[in-house]
């Protein structure tokens, strides 16, 4: 029997023409991608500018640690580009910088005004000594990250940012220690009003900063942030405030800030204290609502701790406030103020304190806890009963084993009259609580506030009595879990 050998397949021309075509457009199509993000051009990082007053020379391109710049002046004029970073040599000192118009970084990629150099060493400083001149004047810039500086030396402001022509969006504050002896403010949003158009400030961060001393030498009103002119979304986080004249934090303006994690110790000696968020005289375009301030620790300010004036939506909780000191006056001051004639009482209207622990002066029974002042436009018989002007529940406000007289109301125009007894215009605990119910007038029995330790005992009447926020953590980082304690510190003994 014959075998049938079979035939090869035979592929036409055109067939194995097109097996190769499909071999070429398989290879093309595989590798040209891969070919074109080659041949994109690599992400500009921006440079980088050395600068050394010890070991600098300005005729150098300051282009590495080996050939920094001395000083400043030689970048003056220059346009950065997003990404670049300034940095100073830790342990040097340096004169003022002005930087005006100097180009803009990006969300995503700021400009860095910061340091090199042996870590070990303190941070560089940026000097006025003496001079009127800002130690760092920053003017119609955005998105700028200014970190781990010393700034000091200006018998001005020391740190002023100024939008003079056009709004500062983005600036960044890290690290920094800004001491203000003999100067005014330590930092200043600065505000022009009387200009055509009037620009300001937003999206501001300034955190894990060391503050003093603003005014001291001067005796002059003057706070550790001066913040007239952040119009929006501003956060003042982890920082420390030392025996600023007046403020610690003053915001004048604004919506949508949050003031949180700060201590302040020893501020307002000459004029108010701690925290205050208000209407900034003169500011006819933007009026204060929605500020969060929450696990703050404030102690021994000679005027307030916590003020609220001409401002609405203001959130205070779980802050504790220690006004034990024996000049300290009061701890939450809440109301009008005399002298501001563009905001009307009325817009008093929807702030609640809640979780927070007032802790009063217990040396003089002249002091208050909480006051109400008045002023010739306001209504000061009806701010402090009228719960949609001030919802007022869960707090410890004490002021002494005596539980003398706590709150008062100021019925004069005066804004500095203090009136101790019904008769004058004060008014009880128990007058105040027929309103603001679930408060306590209880001792919340503080660990060891004189030395500084404002966590509870294990017999605080504050623990597990807080109503619960959206917030993980307390003061010092200690899980909330449950219901919140009263004050910025849980209780670890639960």
């Given amino acids: ?8 397949f035979k592929v036409s021309k055109g067939v194995k023409t097109l097996q190769c075509l499909s071999l070429l457009q398989l290879l093309f199509f595989t590798l ?33 640690e080996a050939t920094p710049l001395k000083s400043f002046k030689k970048l003056e004029k220059h346009i950065f580009r997003p990404g670049d970073k300034i940095r100073f ?7 003022p910088v002005f930087l005006k118009e100097n180009g803009n970084g990006t969300a995503e990629k700021p400009i860095i005004l910061g340091v090199y150099g042996n870590p070990d060493l303190p941070k560089p400083v940026l000097d006025s000594k003496g001079a009127e001149n800002k ?47 003999k100067g005014k403010n330590a930092i200043r949003f600065h505000t022009n009003p009387k200009g055509p158009e009037y620009y300001g400030c937003r999206d501001i961060e300034i955190a894990y900063c060391y503050i003093e001393n603003a005014g001291q030498g001067l005796n002059d009103v003057s706070d550790g942030i001066n913040a007239p002119n952040i ?8 920082n420390a405030f030392f025996n600023n004249v007046s403020e610690a934090i003053d915001i004048g303006a604004g919506k949508n800030h949050l003031v949180e994690y700060n201590k ?27 500020v969060t301030i929450r696990y703050n620790i404030i102690y021994d ?19 504790t406030v220690y006004q034990n000191h024996p000049d300290s006056k009061v701890v939450l001051l809440l109301g009008t103020a005399n002298d501001n004639m563009y905001n009307p009482s009325d817009w008093i209207a929807g702030n609640e304190i809640t979780n ?32 949609t002007n001030f919802k007022i529940q869960r707090n410890i406000i004490y002021g002494g084993d005596d539980q003398r007289l706590l709150l008062v109301r100021v019925v004069q125009d005066s804004f500095i009259d203090f009136f101790n007894t019904p008769a004058q215009g004060g008014f009880t605990f128990k007058d105040f609580s027929k309103l603001h119910e679930n408060n306590s007038i209880l001792n919340p029995r503080l660990k060891d506030p004189e030395g500084q330790d404002f966590s509870l005992l294990a017999n605080s009447p504050a623990i597990d009595q807080g109503i619960r926020h959206d917030v993980k953590q307390d003061f010092l980082e200690n899980p909330i879990l449950g219901y919140p304690d009263l004050g910025a510190i849980e209780s670890t003994s639960k």
């Fill in 89 to 95: 040599k830790r342990g040097d000192r340096f004169d």
């Fill in 135 to 181: 130690a760092l004047y920053i003017t119609n810039m955005s998105y700028w990250t200014i970190q781990d500086l010393k700034i000091q030396g200006s018998t001005s402001h020391q740190f002023m940012i100024n939008p003079k022509d056009t709004f500062c969006v983005g600036i960044k504050i890290l690290r920094c220690h800004v001491n203000g002896t």
């Fill in 1 to 8: 029997m014959k075998k049938h050998l079979s035939k090869p």
């Fill in 356 to 387: 927070n622990i007032f802790f009063g002066n217990t040396h003089n029974p002249k002091q208050t806890v909480i006051r109400f002042p008045g002023n010739k436009r306001g209504k000061p018989n009806t701010i402090w009963n009228d719960t």
């Fill in 231 to 238: 119009q929006s979304n501003a956060h003042i986080h982890h």
């Fill in 301 to 319: 300010c000679i005027q307030h701790g916590i003020q609220i004036q001409d401002a609405r939506n203001i959130k205070v909780y779980n802050n």
């Fill in 264 to 290: 302040i110790d020893g501020n307002g000696y000459i004029d108010s204290g701690g925290i205050k968020t208000h209407v900034q005289t003169g500011n006819k375009i933007h009026d204060t609502e929605n």
């Fill in 32 to 64: 040209f991608p891969i070919f074109l993000i080659g041949c994109q051009p690599k992400e500009n990082p921006g440079k980088t500018y050395y600068l050394s007053s010890s070991d600098g020379n300005d005729s150098f391109n300051g282009l590495s």
